[in-house]
């Protein structure tokens, strides 16, 4: 008889950045080699489900093209020819490298740059301690969260709000500027739940019809940049209509009768042209929040990833104010649960032994940085060497033709830390090989979610990948930098952050990795006050407040609008650029992650841009044909796709695709823009204009597979 082979099945957490943090169960079926990967049950916002390209993780852990050997480069800078050393030599290597940058240049002369690509406390921010106990310079770390979390802290006050399991005792969920299908699959499992067990709506608002939409009750496709047109007239129809929560406005905000006669003249006739809506679809929009007391807005990053992104977010939380929502179970807003998370980072990040006067250098501006634009640089001098991990700046960072002008630098030492040959890591000088998730020990903070969440070591690395904590200690000796940072494990650290939080220990958490940190309903909806020193929602923001500690406003500041407003500074089309481009994630890539894995490549097909088929007949371009979109940033090569779920005008291009999945070798990022928005930087990347052509190259090319 055939017995099945036990295996173990072991908890743990998505370590990706994205929203839903989600609870694992991971097959193991020996100590190399996973199975099947589910969504937790136990984990209530989990709830069993998540998306498919993490529930066949096996092929990414296990995949030949994994790095499992360090390498040296043999060849040209970004030939794409190495050669394996040993650990060793490759430490020693850069370490020479840091210390020849830091003896002619100074130590800010080293930049060390990271992201997500772990969400991990440890294994992410490790890199900081390393950074802080050498004086190498700062990042600023604007490319995701800055146009949002400040536009979401300017009105409440605290990067909090309603538990987001409470959509499902929503009755009218408004899931706003989030493709949530895609990048974040467990808002919609809470969202449906609402529907069938109470016959809630769900509203969607995008600039596209996205999956997400064609689940919804009402679908509002509105112009990129415009959601504050949009907000603000809801806004006035809530007041005009007697719809507004006058009691509540006067006990938690700061400037209602202000507010209500800025609103008079920002009728549903206003917005409708700014927005591309009808009156009819604005008029009705407003009347289901402002007769639904239990309406949930779940806000997401798409809408604030424009110039005037964080106006945007201001006024769209702005709404639930005004119409009271915050009062009831299941109504409020949602964004990021940040600040219910106190972890004591400074032992991983060596915060006790920061230098506040070490220049920070914004990661959104690496191109800019990398060519020595002396802004970029703040008057200092070059950045000569660089360790990256946990990111893919070649490919996603904006403005692309700075960056690869940056990394051809042949006076520039790059080292890259990786699990995968990216676009980032082929520029390499030394190519180190990263462990995943599941090789190493870490703890993640939930973003879309209220848990804490333990991620335990399952399986033994690949070859010779190691984790990033232990490349940071073994550099740190070679540098001379001093911290008891660098005597731990990272089960230490982590031990040490549960237990200085009063949550126990590494162990304590192994069997059930999920701590539930959902704070109680009266601070969660702000009803014990919001986040401000007068325990008021602002629709009056000090816009300044936010930098004041830091590098000081940014952008046009001076010119934001002193309440919710529609601001004019989104990059609008022209006579040259008659249309604007969007680009939002793949559902299939997390952001250049995945794009390594053939069957998510087999998915999403290749670069493609969505454009209205009445558009595409006036350009004389047929579905499927190449074209090139052009601005004055570069120009890329992509495949054009009719799709009648768009404005005219405006055009989509899904997934950060690596730049060899591009003809002439160019990603999307070539077209968006590194300039900093107000007030407090972070790039724009769906606000673009371009021109599209066509390439008349037939069918050659373009396309990835
Ligand atoms: N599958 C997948 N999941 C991901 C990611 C991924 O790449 N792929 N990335 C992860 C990361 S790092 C993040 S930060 C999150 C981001 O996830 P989201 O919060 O969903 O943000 P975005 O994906 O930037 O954009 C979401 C939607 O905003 C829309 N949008 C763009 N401009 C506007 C506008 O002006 N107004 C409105 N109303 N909508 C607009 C886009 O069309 C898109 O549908 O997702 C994470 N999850
Ligand atoms: N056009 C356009 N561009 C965008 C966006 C967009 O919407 N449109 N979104 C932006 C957003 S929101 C974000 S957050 C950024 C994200 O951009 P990135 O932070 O660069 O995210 P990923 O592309 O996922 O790259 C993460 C890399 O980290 C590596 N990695 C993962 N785990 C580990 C580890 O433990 N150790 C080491 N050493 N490496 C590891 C992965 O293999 C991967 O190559 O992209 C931005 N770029
Ligand atoms: S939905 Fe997001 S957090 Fe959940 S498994 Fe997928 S990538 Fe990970
Ligand atoms: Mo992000």
Not at 132 to 144: N, Q
Not at 221 to 245: E, K, Y
Not at 609 to 629: F, K, N, Q, S
Not at 651 to 657: K, L, N, P, S
Request: charged fraction near 25%; charge should be negative; aromatic fraction near 8%.
């Amino acid at each position: 008889m055939n017995r099945p082979i036990p295996v173990a099945v072991r908890r743990t957490t998505c370590p990706h950045d994205c929203p839903s943090t989600c609870g694992l169960e991971v097959e193991v079926l020996d100590e190399h080699t996973i199975g099947r990967v589910r969504g937790s049950t136990e984990n209530s916002y989990t709830a069993g489900v998540i998306c498919a390209k993490v529930a066949r993780y096996a092929e990414r852990v296990h995949s030949p093209n994994r790095l499992t050997r360090p390498l040296l480069r043999s060849g040209p800078k970004g030939s794409g020819q190495f050669r394996e050393i040993s650990w060793d030599e490759a430490l020693d290597r850069i370490a020479e490298a840091f210390l020849a940058a830091e003896a002619r240049h100074g130590t800010e002369a080293v930049w060390p740059y990271y992201y997500a690509g772990t969400m991990g406390q440890v294994q992410r921010d490790g890199i900081n301690r390393l950074r802080h106990a050498k004086r190498y310079s700062e990042e600023f770390g604007t490319i995701c969260t800055n146009l949002a979390w400040t536009g979401w802290i300017a009105g409440t006050g605290r990067l909090a709000g309603a538990d987001p399991r409470e959509m499902a005792k929503s009755d009218l969920v408004v899931i706003w500027g989030t493709n949530a299908v895609a990048t974040q699959v467990n808002v919609m499992t809470h969202a449906t739940r609402a529907r069938k067990e109470r016959g809630a709506k769900i509203a969607v608002v995008d600039v596209y019809r996205t999956p997400t939409m064609e689940q919804a009750d009402i679908g509002l496709i509105l112009r990129p940049g415009t959601d504050a047109a949009l907000a603000c007239a809801v806004m006035h129809v809530l007041f005009r209509d007697g719809l507004a929560d006058r009691e509540y406005l006067s006990e938690y905000s700061d400037v209602p009768a202000e507010l209500e006669a800025h609103l008079a003249t920002r009728t549903p006739q206003w917005a409708a042209p700014i927005t591309g809506l009808s009156v009819g679809e604005i008029e009705s929009f407003a009347r289901a929040i402002g007769t639904t007391p239990k309406t949930f807005f779940r806000l997401g990053y798409g809408f604030s990833r424009q110039r005037n992104g964080t106006v945007a977010m201001h006024a769209v939380s702005s709404i639930p104010v005004v119409a009271g929502s915050w009062r009831h179970e299941g109504g409020g807003a949602f964004h990021n649960n940040g600040a219910i998370f106190r972890l004591d980072k400074t032992l991983v990040e060596g915060l006790d032994v920061r230098d506040p006067s070490v220049r920070r250098l914004d990661q959104s501006r690496i191109g800019a940085v990398l060519t020595g634009d002396r802004v970029a640089l703040k008057g200092g001098g070059p950045v000569m060497a660089t360790l990256i991990q946990n990111t893919n700046p070649m490919s996603v960072a904006p403005d692309q033709e700075k960056v690869r002008a940056g990394f051809a630098r042949e006076d520039l030492f790059v080292a890259v830390h990786e699990q995968f040959m990216t676009d980032t890591a082929k520029m390499a000088d030394i190519v180190l090989p990263a462990t995943t998730f599941l090789e190493h020990d870490d703890l993640y903070r939930g973003g879309g979610n209220q848990y804490l969440l333990l991620g335990p070591k399952l399986i033994e690395p690949p070859g010779e990948a190691r984790e990033n904590h232990r490349v940071i200690g073994d550099l740190a000796e070679r540098l001379g930098a001093v911290h008891p940072g660098f005597d731990m494990t990272a089960r230490e650290h982590v031990d040490h952050m549960l237990r200085s939080a009063g949550l126990g220990g590494f162990e304590d958490h192994l069997e059930h990795p999920a701590i539930d940190l959902q704070p109680p309903f009266e601070r969660a909806h702000f009803l014990d006050g919001f986040g401000h020193s007068d325990g008021r929602f602002h629709f009056a923001p000090e816009w300044t407040k936010v930098a004041a500690d830091n590098d000081g406003p940014m952008g046009p500041w001076a010119d934001l609008p002193r309440l919710p407003d529609q601001w004019a500074v989104t990059e609008e089309t022209d006579a040259e650029h008659p249309f604007r481009l969007v680009t939002p994630p793949a559902r299939n890539f997390l952001n250049s992650s995945f794009t390594e894995t053939e069957t998510s490549m087999a998915k999403e097909k290749g670069p493609r841009v969505m454009i209205h088929p009445d558009d595409l007949t006036d350009l004389g371009i047929a579905d499927g044909e190449e074209i090139r979109l052009v601005n004055a940033r570069g120009a890329v090569i992509s495949r054009a796709r009719a799709f009648d779920g768009v404005r005219r005008g405006v055009v989509i291009a899904e997934g950060i695709f690596p730049n060899s999945a591009h003809r002439d070798g160019r990603g999307i990022n070539t077209l968006t823009g590194d300039d900093q928005c107000a007030p407090y930087g972070g790039p724009a990347f769906h606000d673009n204009r371009v021109r599209i052509e066509a390439t008349k190259n037939g069918d050659r090319g373009g396309a990835a597979t």
